[in-house]
C-alpha cells in the first residue's frame, strides 16, 4: 500500500495533521516486505527539486528478510534517488555501501520482462530484457533485439543476523513505466562548429535534482562520443563548476564557476550563458547566474539560427509548386524564381534549402540535380539505385545509392564532389538518407544484417564547413521492417515510414529517447513537416495528403506529385 500526491498537488499546512495520521495507517499496514508478487517502488511525493514531478521513497530492508527479499527490495530501491540512492545503500554490506556507484547506468526493462532465481545459497541471478540502456553520462541507447542480460548478487548474514548484499552490479535497474517517472529526457544544448545553430544532444538525469545534473554534464563534459567534432561547447578547462551543486531559488539557477572564466571574453560567455539557459530552461529554469567567488559575470544571451519551417505543406503538383493552403490544399503559394525552376524537372523528389533559393531533386530517370532559382539546373549524380537527396546549410547536396551505403558523396555549390570515406559501415543496404537542418548530423534508414535500423552519425567538417566524413554510428531505433522514407521533425525528433508484416506505420522517434508508432493510409511513400500540430503530412502512391491529426490523418489534398522537405526558413 503507497500514498501517492499528483505532480504539481500541494499540501498545505493545515491539512498536516490529517496527512500525517493517514501516513501512521499507510506505514502500519506495510510493515515488511512481500514474499510473492510484483516489486512496490514505495511511496511517491511532490518535491521542489523536481520540477513538479514525484519523489519515490522506496521502503528500505524489513527485519529478519530473506535474501530473496533484500535482492527485489534494492532493485526496487533503485526508484529512489534521494541522498544519492541512500535507501538502496541501506541493502548493502560494510564498504559496498560506499563504492557502489548507482549513478554509472540504468537498465531499462519492459514491465514483467524480468526474473529472479537463486543459483546458491547467497547467490541470485536477475535476468531482464531491456529495452534501453542509459550509460553514465544520461546518453541513452536502444537495446533493439539483444535479448536478455543476467545481473549477478551475492549476499552474506552480517554479525546482526540480517542478510545484506555483498556484491551488485553498479547501476540501477528499472522498468520502463518507472524509469520515466525517475528519470526524464533533457536536450544539452551545443553549438554546431561555425557558432550559428544550437545543437541538442539529449540525456536522462533523475527529475530529483535536474539542474544540477544538467549543469554538470554540459559545464564539466561534452558533447555524447557520435557528436564529437560535430558539436561544439564553448566551455573550457579552467572555467568548469567550481562546486558540483547548483542551487534553485524561485527558478532562478546559481552556476558558480572556476576562477579561469574571468580571464574569458564578453563573447565566449555568453555563448556558456546561452547554452546554460537553452539547456536548464526545460528543467523549470528561467534565469541563469553565472558565478565566480558569488560575484555575477556579465554575460548576455546569443542569437542563433532557428531550424524551424513554415507549418504549410511544400507540395508539387501537375502545374505549380509551392506552399498549399485553402482548407483543401488548391491554393499554391509559388517560391520566387524557384517554383518556375522545378516545374521544369520531371521531379519524384524535392528538398529545399532555409532560404528557399536551392532545391535537390531526384527526377524520374533516378539522377540526383541541383535546382537554383535562377533557373539552373546542374545534374550532380547519375549513380543507379540513389535514394532521394538531402541539401545542408552550406549548399552541399548529399546523395547515396540504395546498395552502396558506404558510397556517400556530397556536392557543393556548382557541382564539387566531396566522397565521405567509410560512411555506414557495416550496413548492407540503405532507404533513405536525410541532413539535419544544422547540418551536424546524417540520418539515414539502414539495413544491419537481417534487421531494419535508424542510424545517425555527427557530420565531420573543415574550417571552411567542406564535409570530410562522419563520426561515430548511434543506432537511434531498431524498426519493425523495411523502412521507406525519412524525416527531419526538429532539431531532436526524427519521423520514419516503415511497415510490418504490410501494415504501413510513421515512427516518430526522439534521438536518444523512445519513439511513438502510428499507422498511416496505405500506399504511403513520402513524410515531411514539423512538430507543430498537424504539421506532419504524408502522401500515398496516388498522390493523395495527409495530414496528422492526433491518431488520426486527415486527407487534405489530392493531385499531389511531390510533398517536398523544408530544411528551415528564411532568415
Known sequence: MRAEVQPGSRVRAA????????????????????????????????????????????????????????????????????????????????????????RAGVTVYRPGDRALRQVSEGEYVLSVTPV????????????????????PFTLARQDDG??????????????????????????????DPSWIYLVPDTRWFPMQYAATSIAEALVNGGPSTWLEGAASTAFVDGARLAQVAVPVRSNVASVSLQEGARALGRE??????????????????????????EQPLAADTVTVRQTRIDSRPLVRTADAFGFASGASGGSIEELPGLSSALLQVAAADIEVNADRTVAAVRDTTGAVSEVGSDGTVTRLDARPGLVAPSVDPGGYIWSVPAGAPSAVVAFGPGGTEVLLPDAWPAASQLAAQRISRDGTRLAAIVRDGERWAIWVAGVLRDRDGVPTGLGATKVVAVLPGPGTALTWLDS??????????????????????????????????????????????VRDAAGELYSQQGS??????????????????PR
Open 15 to 102: 491539512a498536516t495533521t490529517v496527512i500525517a495520521a493517514l501516513l501512521l495507517i499507510v506505514l502500519t499496514a506495510c510493515g515488511g516486505l512481500p514474499t510473492s508478487g510484483p516489486v512496490n517502488a514505495g511511496k511517491s511525493i511532490p518535491d521542489a527539486d523536481t520540477n513538479g514531478g514525484v519523489v519515490f521513497f522506496p521502503d528500505k530492508p524489513s527485519p529478519d528478510a530473506t535474501p530473496e527479499q533484500i535482492v527485489e527490495g534494492f532493485i526496487a530501491a533503485g526508484s529512489g534517488p534521494t541522498d544519492n540512492w541512500g535507501t538502496a545503500r541501506e541493502f548493502l554490506a560494510g564498504d559496498l555501501r560506499s563504492t557502489w556507484n548507482p
Open 132 to 151: 534501453a540502456t542509459v550509460d553514465e553520462a544520461g546518453d541513452l541507447a536502444v537495446a533493439g533485439d539483444a535479448g536478455d542480460i543476467s545481473l
Open 162 to 191: 540480517q542478510w545484506r548484499i555483498t556484491k551488485a552490479p553498479d547501476g540501477v535497474v528499472l522498468d520502463r513505466n518507472r524509469f520515466e517517472r525517475v528519470y526524464s529526457s533533457y536536450d544539452l544544448q551545443f553549438f
Open 268 to 293: 565566449a560567455l555568453s555563448r556558456m550563458q546561452t547554452q546554460l539557459e537553452t539547456s536548464l530552461a526545460p528543467a523549470g529554469i528561467d534565469q541563469v547566474d553565472m558565478l565566480v567567488d
Open 492 to 537: 531532436s525528433t526524427l519521423a520514419a515510414v516503415t511497415s510490418s508484416q504490410d501494415t504501413p506505420s510513421l515512427l516518430t522517434q526522439k534521438l536518444g529517447g523512445f519513439g511513438d508508432t502510428q499507422r498511416t493510409p496505405e500506399a504511403v511513400t513520402s513524410v515531411a513537416g514539423g512538430t507543430q500540430s498537424g504539421a506532419v503530412r
Open 552 to 569: 488520426n490523418w486527415q486527407n487534405v489534398a489530392s493531385g499531389i506529385v511531390v510533398l517536398a522537405v523544408q530544411q528551415g526558413s
